[in-house]
């Protein structure tokens, strides 16, 4: 890579003229508003050499321009020198990279690394909503995104099915349900079980309205309501293995893993393997032995077993309780050794895919795994995400006010299918094309909205901006991949084309962007967003429809030029795809 080249040219220029070695220098893109293509950042060297920036920047400008033949002229604006490329480097570039369809991914051999990466993890007693979207899109986009780094992927979720929350649907279905289920009824399996939860709440504070009239305080009624009692007495007889209650246990879960199913088939993601609490709530116990063992856990007077991070600035974490049951972290500790020492014995390290109200028990999960010392441990990563809200505010699941996922996705579509007919460009689709091509706008829409924004950060979701054929979204750069694909109907089978054509200013902009994709996506993986991909994508589609409406590409009579041009924008839209691809979005031939 020419970067490359220039980085150990200047370091050398450095060394030669000023006697002084330096390890590290930083290229990046020349600022629109200056001449050049490149430029080295020099402050670093102020450190080192004493002289004015100006002056260290003509002298390794001059050593360079000297020793680098691709180097046309440089140029120093205080602590920047920017350095001019030849325009045959970068049309030789273009050839290079014209054949490869996986442009800017790296092929995943048999002996590669592999890491799992675990999203959704939901309970099983109601629908996904719009933050298990943000999660899913999430944790799909980054297992795609590192697999396009090279590494194994394994994709993997907890689903949380058992405990008080699932009872609490199952005490009232038998309460009020009078035997319906998702057959006799119509309704997505995990709504139904949904709606029973929301139906126990709503009877649960009647109870205790009631009990409060009655002279009983707010806790003890809140303890003592009969339908609470109901739902522990029902959770006590699932641990105990009670017949019945597993019977019904695992009927209205399979329910909620039918409706589950087809949410992720609309959304489009899916997973390597499913992890059940139900089956993982009592691992972890031996770990906790090891630990003792270790002298890296202490067991109290009580009995119950604790872990002292005050030294690394945590507290005091309880991992065993005094009667010997487990804790959520007890858990945690036993799944994650048993995926990599069992199950993807492969792996190096592990995503998480969490919201930020997590941030501290992932901290505490991956310090104590490292004290264990499991060497994967060190490769542990939580990626945090800020909250989805609309703009009336946060959702509540118990009093029935989420965004059901499968509802919004719906109504994505909806929006895209209007607008569409609006913009009047379907003539001569079929019923079933045009169905295929408003899921693909609604969902990239949906998609695009959340990964474009980085994953710490909230989003407040609106779906009318979110769908816009104009501005950062998706529907705006799925139309520009789709007018290119007009574009190269109309131009035919192109020639190759000289390297010793010149180059317009625009086709030079959006060369040096196609030059940075692989770096993007490399960036992408080390600093676990989506988000550096989703909007590199924006940035070429804007460079695109710049270049678009100031250069001729099938009006050009020159045959070379108008053969670079088209080739060109084939390779734009192939660019556009491949980084929508990561982002688990499809883009439409025709719009």
Known sequence: ??????????????????????????????????????????????????????????????????????????????GFLNIAIADHYFLQF???????????????TQDAPAIIVEYSSPNTNKPLHLGHIRNNLLGFSMAKILEATG??????????????????????????GKGETPESTGIKGDKLVGKYYVLFDKAYKEQIEQLISEGKTKEEAERTAPIFLQAQEMLRKWEQGDTQVLALWKRMNQWVYDGFAVTYKNLGVSFDKNYYESETYLLGKDIVQRGLEQGVFYRKEDGSVWIDLTEDGLDEKL??????????????LGTATKRVEEDFPSTTGMIYTVGNEQDYH??????????????????????????????N??????????????????????????????????????????????????????????????????????PEESIDFQGNTGPFIQYTYARIQSILRKAGTQETFS??????????????????????????????????????????????NSFYQNVSILGEEDLQKRAFRVQLSAKVAEV????????????????
């Open 362 to 391: 992932f901290k505490v999960l991956f310090l104590i795994l490292q004290k264990l010392g499991f060497s994967w441990a060190q490769q542990l990563y939580h990626l945090s995400y800020g909250m989805v809200e609309l703009p």
């Open 576 to 591: 556009i795809a491949i980084g929508f691809d990561l982002l688990g979005i499809q883009v439409p031939e025709r719009m």
């Open 393 to 462: 505010g946060k959702m509540k699941s118990r009093e029935g006010t989420v965004v059901d996922a499968d509802d919004l996705m719906q109504e994505m579509v909806f929006v895209a299918q209007e607008l569409s007919q609006e913009l009047g460009k379907l003539e001569g689709y079929s019923q079933e094309q045009k169905e295929e091509l408003y899921h693909i706008i609604g969902l990239g829409a949906l998609k695009y909205y959340i990964l474009k924004i980085d994953p710490k950060k909230r989003i407040a979701f609106n």
């Open 94 to 108: 273009l050839q290079e990279i014209l054949p490869n369809k996986a442009y800017g991914k790296v092929s995943v």
């Open 499 to 544: 390297t010793n054509i010149s180059l317009h200013p625009k086709e030079k902009e959006l060369l040096k962007l196609l030059l940075l994709f692989p770096g993007v996506v490399q960036n992408a993986a080390l600093t676990y967003s989506p988000a550096v991909i989703a909007n590199y994508v924006y940035e070429l589609v804007k460079e695109f």
């Open 1 to 78: 890579m020419l970067e490359n080249i220039l980085l150990e040219n200047a370091k050398k220029a450095v060394e030669e003229c000023y006697g002084v070695s330096i390890e590290k220098l930083e290229l990046q893109q020349t600022r629109k508003e200056f001449e050049g293509d490149l430029t080295l950042v020099l402050f670093p060297l102020l450190k080192l050499i004493k002289a004015k920036p100006e002056e260290i920047g003509e002298r390794i400008g001059a050593y360079l321009e000297a020793q680098v033949p691709e180097i046309i002229g440089y140029n120093v604006v205080k």
């Open 151 to 176: 590494k194994k992927v394994y994709k993997t979720q907890i689903i949380n099915d058992r405990g008080i929350h699932i009872c609490k649907s199952m005490v009232a279905w038998q309460l009020f």
């Open 319 to 332: 991992v065993l309780r005094s009667d010997g049951t487990s804790v959520y972290i007890t858990q945690d």
